[in-house]
């Protein structure tokens, strides 16, 4: 089977950079995906990491490492409208649960002025 | 082009009552997923749909829940003798196919109240 964990929250200011960590337990995966949901809305997909190394997007950059079975967001250059909760979710590579998503329980992230 | 769309928005309904959520997935898109929602926590899978192929209904937390796909488009989710349990918002998300079910495409959900 597999688990994932992540912060409950994490609080930081406008323009600061937050990183927000994934770790996992899992028996085998495809690969790593962020999901980004504010209060009240639908998820939306940020990113996805197939391979180790890090993948950017604008603002948001995203990391696999699998020897270390850990993944990481990175918003940089904060706004209020960053404020959110993400999702970290793996794409198991188990018979049964092929194209079904796993998600993290998500870390609400709260921007400050 | 259109996303992925869910109705009703919102559903009140009394204890013991069955309701029908709909969700009409992105056009052209093969794999389409339920999911469940309470209040501040994770998405909860429910129920996979790939193509013709048998869904996956493992995440079902009851007899009294199920789904179908019509014409491997639209879809219903089912809640038999509803119970205040039941009360979450169930989301729906679609993806061109299982290879891509990283990336799925959620509606804004049906956010479903049992008194």
């Known amino acids: 089977g597999q688990s994932l964990e992540q912060p409950s929250e994490v609080t930081a200011v406008e323009g600061a950079i937050v990183q927000i960590n994934c770790t996992y337990q899992t028996s085998g995966f495809y690969g790593l995906s962020w999901y980004q949901q504010h209060d009240g809305g639908a998820p939306t997909f940020l990113s996805y990491?197939?391979?180790?190394g890090l993948e950017e997007t604008g603002r948001f950059s995203s990391f696999l490492s699998r020897s270390d079975s850990y993944g990481y967001l990175l918003l940089q250059e904060l706004q209020m409208k960053d404020s959110a909760s993400y999702f970290c979710?793996?794409?198991?590579?188990?018979?049964?649960?092929?194209?079904?998503?796993?998600f993290g329980a998500g870390t609400q992230v709260v921007v400050t002025p | 082009g259109a996303g992925v769309s869910q109705s009703p928005s919102n559903k009140v309904t009394e204890k013991g009552k069955d309701v029908e959520l709909r969700c009409d997935p992105i056009s052209g898109h093969t794999a389409l997923y339920w999911y469940r929602q309470s209040l501040g926590q994770g998405l909860e899978f429910l129920i996979y749909?790939?193509?013709?192929?048998?869904?996956?209904k493992s995440g079902l937390p009851s007899d009294r829940f199920s789904a179908e796909r019509t014409g491997g488009s639209v879809s219903t989710l089912t809640i038999q003798r509803t119970q205040q349990e039941d009360s979450a918002v169930y989301l729906c998300?679609?993806?061109?196919?299982?290879?891509?079910?990283?990336?799925?495409?959620f509606g804004p959900g049906t956010r479903l109240t049992v008194t």
């Open positions: 990491n197939a391979l180790d």
């Open positions: 998300a679609s993806s061109l196919a299982r290879i891509s079910s990283y990336e799925q495409y």
């Open positions: 979710a793996l794409s198991p590579m188990t018979t049964d649960s092929w194209g079904k998503l796993q």
């Open positions: 749909f790939q193509g013709n192929s048998a869904p996956d």
